[in-house]
């Protein structure tokens, strides 16, 4: 029994509901990546109130906030981990609500975005700023990690125990063959297949019909001939599930409350979850980028926050990695993945900037000379 409940299946609808005219309906991650801006917005205020700096200044800087990050995100994922397809198809650049953000490319936009604002509005200096924003870019980044989780991506790797989470979203939706005969289908701890292997988990998928489906020879041959083969083409099952290979699919027809039923019999892997790893450092960091404005900015010099969110983040990232399944097939052939790669010059910029901050001997963080 303590083997059944120490992992857990993880299936939730990626759809939060549907506005009437507008064909994409609303997701929990659009939901979450823009609640971490407005999130972030009302720190800022607070930010802006308590150094007596006016709150309107605090809605411009916004717009160049989700402009840079969105834009950045985006050119970052284009560019860093599939540039020949993007620059052979320049217009897939623009599809954004496709997927694919890349969080390196968006600190790099923020960056871009502080130093022009702050050329625009000389009476905010980029270091000034930047110390503040990393307590938001924290927020904004462990809700978008979050959201990361809720869609079922960026998925960890095998934890290769009895602990962990299988995603069974993907096959979830496959399983919906047939919307006029499918009702609901749901995946349940426990099955028929068994595995003495650590990290693989008897599972069951249960699907239940709309009343009135009657299921004959014709379902019985697609079970036992086609489903299995259908499955194993995609690689979001095969990475998740295990529903045999060398052995017929497992399954069982019944009837439930007068409907009929299926079920299908595998072994869920169990993973990481490193979206919300990734989603809880970042809390910590921003609990600590704000202790460190709030209490020792009168004491520390100007640049000393941003410069430990550099270290502290992209070294946690670095770290991260390891429990992160690689995002394209070219990372396979590498030592380290390109998220490490990038991450790398990006915690070492941090380390020379703390150094250089520390020996400055000009501002602290408030503004104030030293």
């Known amino acids: ?64 906030m989700v402009i840079a990050v969105i834009v950045g995100a985006r050119l970052g994922h284009c560019l860093f981990y599939n540039p020949g397809y993007y620059l052979s198809n320049p217009v897939e650049i623009f599809k954004v609500w496709e997927g694919g953000l890349a969080s390196h490319g968006g600190a790099i936009g923020m960056i871009v975005a502080i130093y022009i604002f702050s050329k625009r509005y000389p009476q905010y200096p980029m270091l000034w700023m930047l110390d503040r924003l990393v307590i938001v870019a924290a927020l904004t980044g462990a809700m978008i990690r979050t959201g990361n989780f809720f869609n079922s991506e960026m998925e960890g790797t095998m934890t290769n125990s009895n602990m962990g989470v299988v995603y069974a979203r993907y096959t979830e939706d496959l399983l919906r063959y047939d919307d006029r005969k499918v009702d609901d289908v749901t995946f349940l701890k426990g099955g028929d297949m068994q595995s003495s292997e650590p990290g693989l988990h008897p599972i069951t998928a249960k699907i239940t019909y709309n009343r009135g489906v009657q299921l004959g020879a014709e379902d019985k041959d697609f079970f036992e001939n086609n489903l299995r083969s259908a499955l194993l083409r995609y690689t979001e099952v095969v990475q998740h599930i295990d529903f045999g290979k060398d052995q017929p699919l497992a399954y069982k027809f019944y009837e439930e409350d007068g409907r009929a039923v299926a079920e299908i019999y595998g072994l869920g892997i169990s993973r990481h979850v490193a979206q919300l790893y990734e989603a809880f450092y970042c809390l910590i960091l921003m609990a600590l980028t704000m202790w460190i404005w709030k209490v020792k900015r009168f004491k520390l010099p100007q640049g000393f926050n941003f410069a430990v969110f550099m270290i502290i983040l992209w070294s946690a990232r670095f770290m991260d990695e390891f429990f992160k399944m690689n995002q394209e097939a ?18 070492l910029s941090g380390v020379v900037m703390l150094i250089l901050f ?13």
Request: glycine letters at 8%; zero cysteines.
């Open 330 to 347: 070219f990372e396979e052939n590498l030592v380290l993945n390109m998220g490490q790669i990038l991450s790398i010059p990006a915690a």
């Open 1 to 64: 029994m303590e083997f059944i409940l120490n992992f857990l299946i993880w299936s939730p609808d990626p759809n939060i509901f549907v506005i009437p005219g507008i064909d994409h309906p609303v997701r929990w991650y659009g939901l979450l990546f823009a609640g971490g801006f407005i999130l972030s917005q009302q720190v800022m205020f607070w930010v802006f109130r308590s150094e007596n700096r006016p709150e309107k200044d605090v809605e411009k800087l916004t717009v160049y």
């Open 358 to 370: 520390l020996n400055s001997g000009k501002k602290t963080m408030s503004g104030d000379p030293r």
